[in-house]
């Protein structure tokens, strides 16, 4: 049901290598010049010397100021990043219309209810799916490459800690933006609004677009050890846009469920929940396996809702 309307030629089947090429090219050269701009401001926002910048940009998180700005820049070179990209390839390139005014009459309570309730489930049983990843284990012929995606999830660990240790409520509210907001709106713009459309165009296949993009969505975050928890998560907001036609949904539950980690984390920090955002050691079977079935029946009447009230309109099933 997904809205994406383009006479472009460029963004025709028959054309579908030079269409992904183009978005690769155009979406890479945004994300890059966008984080040249936050880095070239970093010194006169955040009073911050060149030497303390490149010395944070190669790890050294005790520079003072460095949090806001290491979030600074990952909400204007990867949130507000990947929706210009969108945008410029959406409008300037495929010219396509996402019809907004029908998306937008499509947001309800009922349906936006659902929606919180199925990620909050969802959240509950990505525990599950964490902790199965988390024991991937390579055969001993793979072991260079075990070790060096350890190093990498090592140190993107190492940058999410020093991210979201808040020392203080304006920092909690930065990150609630960057991390929540700016990362909902434009990932879910880039991925749900432009690459998934094209893929179920591509592939012929709702299904198949939707699981292609989850794979795609998770590993551009480069977490090898969060990689399934993550194509769940973007298969379930594929769903979300899929069944309703409208992005606002996926949006807001992309919001919901990054603004509730920090927020967990934050409390954390503070001594008042028991949560811990690197821990892979203990899961809550109970509580994944409740989580998966409050997911399915939500998403079962969700379905049914949505299909009611707008329609088979080429569900691809």
């Known amino acids: 049901m997904e809205i994406y309307e383009t006479q472009s030629e460029i963004a025709k089947r028959k054309n579908w290598l030079l269409s992904l090429v183009v978005i690769v090219l155009v979406t890479f050269g945004a994300l890059v010049l966008l984080q040249a701009l936050a880095v070239a401001f970093i010194p006169f926002l955040f009073k911050i010397s060149i030497e303390d910048l490149m010395s944070l940009i190669n790890g050294n998180y005790d520079v003072p100021n460095g949090r806001m700005a290491m979030l600074f820049v990952q909400g204007i070179g990867s949130g507000i990043g990947f929706w210009v990209a969108a945008w410029i390839i959406i409008r300037f390139i495929e010219k396509a ?12 309570g009922k349906n936006l209810g659902l929606v919180l309730g199925m990620t909050l489930a969802g959240m509950f049983f990505n525990g599950l799916l964490v902790y199965w990843n988390a024991q991937l284990d390579l055969p001993d012929s793979m072991s260079s490459l075990e070790n060096w995606m350890k190093e990498m999830e ?28 700016f990362a909902g709106i434009g990932e879910e713009m880039f991925f749900r609004g432009l690459i998934q459309p094209k ?14 993009t989850a794979i795609v969505f998770s590993a551009i975050h480069v977490q090898f050890y969060g990689f399934l928890p993550r194509v769940f998560l973007g298969a379930l907001f594929g769903y979300m846009y899929h069944y309703s036609g409208s992005l606002i949904y996926p949006i807001l539950a992309h919001i919901f469920n990054n603004s509730l980690t920090v927020l967990m984390v934050y409390l954390a920090n503070q001594g008042h929940v028991d949560f811990d955002l690197e821990s892979t050691d203990a899961v809550s079977y109970p509580a994944g396996i409740l989580g998966l079935l409050v997911l399915i029946l939500g998403f079962l009447y969700f379905k049914k809702v949505n299909l009611t009230e707008h329609g088979k309109l080429d569900q691809g099933i």
């Open 97 to 108: 219309d996402l019809h907004w005014d029908i998306q937008n009459s499509r947001v309800n």
């Open 154 to 181: 090592t140190q993107l660990m190492e940058l999410t800690k020093f991210l979201t240790d808040f020392q203080s409520i304006p920092e909690l509210l930065t990150g609630i933006l960057v991390i929540g907001v």
């Open 199 to 212: 893929m179920q165009g591509y592939f012929k296949s709702a299904h198949w677009g939707i699981w292609i």
